[in-house]
């Protein structure tokens, strides 16, 4: 086990090398502190309103900008951010924000995923009950000499 | 129902998802209804492009349109652009006011269009934005009709036509105003 | 006279198209041959037509001749060359000239191959492609005519969308289109198998290499389509859950879970049912894809009409689903579970758990991508479901088929012993918490890419682990070790070219977890000779210039790395200004490294040159997600190998 263990340990410190390289220290803050992070994780819950389906952190388009600008702005002014999602869902509706309130009618989408998960363990639980009961006739016994050849044979083949 | 017979319901499962594609057709997805329709319209405090102040509140007791377009917004600005200067010359002396505000735009390319169309409502850009985002304006052109109380009554969506400028005037014309 | 040969020859290829759909199932029912062989000429005739129509429109292209409305619309005199070439499938209407073209000559490929091996099947299989044509060619003929022509003769074209003016828009199309297609093969196989009865084993052997080859060209279509969208939407980003990129994603999936039930179906003899299922869902899937493109049902980045063409589409999809579901109810007898597992911990039933994932992430996918139409119908609200809402319900389940690749080429079939288990696992789970702990240890706090990290890394353990052993065996039989490894995957090239294959699946999610991670990015506004700083590189804005290219004008700002690797480079954002567009569209530039991207795009600027906005992005590990498409396709030509023949041991 330790030679295959060494074995395996190799390439896998190289792999670790080569993401920890790539890893930053805390990144370099832009020009204007903490409000960057924050402008972007409130605009990227909102729907770019001129694009397609881009957020408002991500698109390149000038409302957009604005719109970065407004969300800013309204932070800088104390607002926090569920307060400055409500002020653009107030005059766009539901529609602005990029992933639907989890409440209401719409969170039916976010439990879909879920059911549809738990829907398919449970065939898989059922298929799997179903085929393992077959197997209940019992293999006629076998040499066991032959059966350990047969055993070293096959796990020396992938 | 013969054991049989139950796997024919198989096709029948595909039926709802396609019933709600064929739905589909008759929707416009870049049609977004406005929340705003029915509320207080907001204040805002503008400079039109003549240096004057253009500010909802003091339009107060009047039928306000709100107009939002564009220079680059072809060819439904320069559609709507004549209809709205008309509507404005006919309806003034009868306490309606036509508002301008251009938006996303350059200052001497909304000037042109204002040269271009002859137009003499007050017309002011909107450099931030923040009045657009204000009433939810997701395009070009976009009319909001604000009733004498302040509030928002009809937003139209694309070119407003002859038809909806007058229509939508004389009904808020009728109603009474914020004292009587 | 452009228009009017290439309208006659669309229609003759119609009616030919549809002879020989009618014909060959009308040979396959009265067992007549030499009906089967007229339908053989006639799909010959279809494909010369298509390929002789498609000629004639790149001619009109590249003659310029603007009678031709499609030519008028999409491009202009300034048009290169090369773009005018692609322009082909630039719009709507060329687009389904592409994708008959590909049907048409995958049916001849079918007919060369497969005309001789699989003769029950074979006329079914012709009917199902040639309608298939059949319909593209109506849409093309009726829809969206292709070669409609101009009232009057413009002067000049209107030009190619600006944004498909790039090499990616040369091959996205191309790949996706050549995998969306090639899911016809086996789609038409499966219901030939079902019309003559004949589900068993047959049908999809024959069609394992079909679908290997489309899973890998939707694959790649779907790689360069996030490379597209990286470097020229200028948003940075790759993928944006774009209901068009989940119709293009969501067959993949379920083509994914194929390729491993398949297996199953192979070995054990199991889920015949659930494969044909698979297929006519995969086909399907496809279908639906096409149709969202082309309807506007949901507003998209791709979305490129609306009108009637929606219905087309829509009706033969409703066509196919509802005709495939009946066939399968009809044969559902013979195609009844034959299951037998013996234990649940066994390779089946990673595969199985595997195909679970595939579909509830397909059901994921389509759910949300649809729900806007269902929150609409139901209670005339309009929501959103887009990145945020995507990204959360997926990552678990990606995360899941990320430890079941670990798992499952490893474990025992049938049933895995615990001394299985242990030798086959222990090592790398090991080496896969240590990882996270080491990472965790080094600061980073995140759980979803501790858990990334960590099961990529149990992942790739797995992968050394067989090699190593499996070399060493053959090693211990004399072999040297590079002819070991060499011979090894030869011998078993679609086992190890499934392993290289999961080997840059890891690499692409090693890639999106680091991109999603630690990408910073800034906006910020310079004056000429000011610098910025971002992710410990620097920059300086040097200045802008104008210039006037062919077809459009362009501002470009000039920036210098000052630090870092690729320091001295020049980087040159620029905004094109083409006259039929009415926003200018942003023209971004980077500097690709193996771990950080450096990537601007120019926003707005003073008209005197003095200063620019731009935005400053520093995109880390991005490159690994291309280097995992080269991998991809490494791992599917060793796949696709013909099998060696076995020696006589």
């Known amino acids: ?158 | 129902m013969t054991r049989r017979a139950w796997r024919w319901l198989l096709p029948l499962t595909a039926v709802p998802v396609l019933t709600l594609l064929a739905y589909g057709f008759r929707l416009n997805p870049r049609d977004v209804p406005s929340p705003l329709v029915g509320r207080p319209a907001a204040a805002f405090a503008l400079t039109s492009f003549d240096g004057a102040p253009m500010t909802l509140e003091a339009l107060r007791g009047k039928v306000v349109v709100l107009n939002f377009w564009a220079s680059w917004c072809y060819p439904a600005c320069y559609e709507e652009a004549p209809v709205l200067e008309r509507g404005w010359r006919s309806y003034r002396d009868r306490g309606v006011v036509v508002l301008g505000v251009d938006i996303q735009d350059k200052d001497d390319a909304g000037r042109k269009f204002i040269r271009d169309f002859s137009l003499t409502f007050p017309n002011a850009p909107d450099p931030s934005g923040k009045v657009s985002v204000d009433y939810g304006v997701y395009g070009v052109p976009e009319t909001f009709f604000i009733d004498r109380r302040g509030r928002i009554r009809v937003k139209h969506v694309s070119a407003v036509t002859e038809q909806v400028f007058r229509d939508t005037v004389e009904t808020l014309l009728a109603e009474p105003g914020p004292d009587g | ?649």
């Open chain 1, 1 to 158: 086990m330790h030679a295959s263990a060494a074995r395996v340990v190799a390439p896998t410190t190289l792999i670790l090398l080569l993401l920890l390289s790539g890893c930053p220290p805390s990144a370099q803050q832009p020009s204007r502190p903490i409000d960057d992070r924050q402008v972007h994780e409130v605009a990227a819950d909102l729907r770019c309103v001129v694009c397609q389906n881009l957020s408002v952190a991500d698109s390149p388009s000038e409302m957009a900008a604005q719109m970065r600008a407004i969300v800013r702005e309204r932070l800088a002014a104390g607002e926090t951010p569920a307060q400055v999602r409500q002020y653009f869902v107030e005059r766009y509706g539901d529609w602005i924000l990029l992933a639907p309130p989890r409440r209401g009618f719409t969170l039916v989408v976010w439990v879909a995923p879920l059911v549809a998960v738990l829907v398919g363990l449970g065939v898989f639980t059922l298929l799997v009950r179903r085929w393992t009961s077959r197997q209940r006739t019992a293999p006629p016994p076998v040499d066991p000499a032959m059966s350990e050849r047969i055993r070293r044979e096959l796990e020396r083949e992938p």
């Open chain 3, 1 to 649: 006279m452009i228009p009017e040969i290439g309208t006659g020859l669309l229609l003759v290829a119609l009616i030919l198209a549809l002879y020989g759909a009618v014909v060959a199932a009308l040979g396959a029912r009265r067992g007549r041959l030499a009906l089967v062989e007229s339908a053989q000429h006639a799909a010959l005739g279809v494909s010369v037509l298509l390929t002789a129509a498609m000629l004639l429109l790149i001619y009109a292209f590249l003659t310029f001749d603007f009678s031709v409305r499609y030519v008028a619309t999409n491009t202009n005199l300034g048009t290169p060359f090369y773009y005018r070439i692609t322009a082909l499938w630039g719009a709507l209407e060329g687009s389904i000239v592409l994708w008959a073209w590909m049907v048409g000559l995958y049916t001849l490929i079918v007919i060369l191959r497969h005309r001789t091996s699989a003769r029950e099947l074979y006329p079914w299989v012709l009917t199902v492609m040639l309608s298939v044509v059949a319909f593209f060619l109506l849409v093309m003929t009726v829809a969206a005519p292709v070669f409609a022509r101009m009232a009057t003769i413009p002067a000049d074209g209107r030009g190619l969308n600006p944004l498909l003016e790039d090499s990616g828009m040369i091959t996205h199309p191309v790949a996706l289109y050549l995998g969306f297609t090639g899911f016809t093969v086996p789609f038409a196989f499966a219901v030939a198998a079902l019309v003559t009865g004949r589900v068993g084993d047959f049908w999809i052997t024959t069609t394992r290499r079909w679908t290997i080859l489309a899973w890998y060209f939707l694959s790649l279509g779907l790689l360069i389509g996030g490379w597209w969208s990286y470097h020229v939407l200028g948003w940075g980003g790759y993928w944006a859950w774009d209901p068009v990129e989940n119709a293009a994603f969501m067959p993949w999936l379920t083509a994914t879970a194929l390729l491993h039930s398949v297996m199953i179906q192979e070995r054990r003899r199991m889920l015949r049912l659930w494969n044909i299922a698979l297929v006519v869902l995969t086909f399907s899937l496809t279908l639906f894809g096409t149709f969202l493109t082309r309807s506007g049902v949901i507003a998209s980045v791709h979305a490129f009409s609306q009108g009637s063409i929606g219905v087309f589409f829509l009706s033969f999809l409703a066509l196919v689903v509802l005709v495939s579901l009946a066939l399968i109810a009809w044969r559902w007898d013979t195609l009844g579970a034959q299951g037998e597992l013996d234990s649940v911990v066994s390779r089946e039933s990673a595969f199985l758990l595997n195909n679970v994932l595939l579909v509830a992430a397909t059901f994921t996918v389509f759910f949300g991508t649809v729900f806007p139409l269902l929150s609409e119908a139901v209670r005339d609200v309009k929501v959103s479901v887009g990145a945020p809402f995507f990204n959360q319900v997926n990552v678990p389940l990606f995360l899941s088929l990320i430890f079941l690749m670990g798992v499952g080429p490893l474990i025992a079939w049938r049933r895995a012993s615990v001394e299985n288990l242990r030798r086959n696992f222990l090592g790398p789970v090991i080496v896969g918490i240590v990882t996270a702990a080491v990472l965790w240890v080094l600061g980073i706090g995140s759980v979803l890419v501790l858990l990334s990290l960590g099961l990529t890394v149990f992942v790739a353990a797995t992968i050394a682990v067989d090699l190593v052993r499996a070399t060493r065996a053959r090693r211990r039989m004399g072999e040297r070790t590079l002819p070991a490894l060499g011979g090894l995957l030869r011998r078993h090239n679609r086992r190890y070219g499934g392993f290289v294959v999961h080997l840059a699946i890891l690499v692409v999610a090693v890639g999106v977890t680091g991109s999603q991670t630690w990408s910073v990015h800034t906006e910020t506004t310079l004056q000429r000779g000011e610098q910025a700083e971002l992710g410990g590189y620097r920059i300086r804005f040097d200045g802008l210039r104008e210039s006037q290219e062919s077809n459009h004008g362009k501002v470009t700002g000039s920036f210098t790395m000052l630090n870092g690797r690729g320091a001295g480079t020049v980087l040159e954002p620029a905004k094109k200004f083409y006259p039929q567009e009415q926003s200018p569209i942003a023209y971004v530039d980077y500097r690709l490294g193996l771990i950080d991207d450096v990537y601007l795009v120019l926003g707005d600027f003073a008209s005197d040159g003095t200063s620019a906005t731009v935005k400053f992005q520093v995109n880390r590990m991005v490159s690994w997600i291309w280097l995992g498409g080269v991998v991809l396709t490494l791992g599917t030509l060793l796949a696709v190998l013909p099998e060696p023949r076995r020696k006589a041991a």
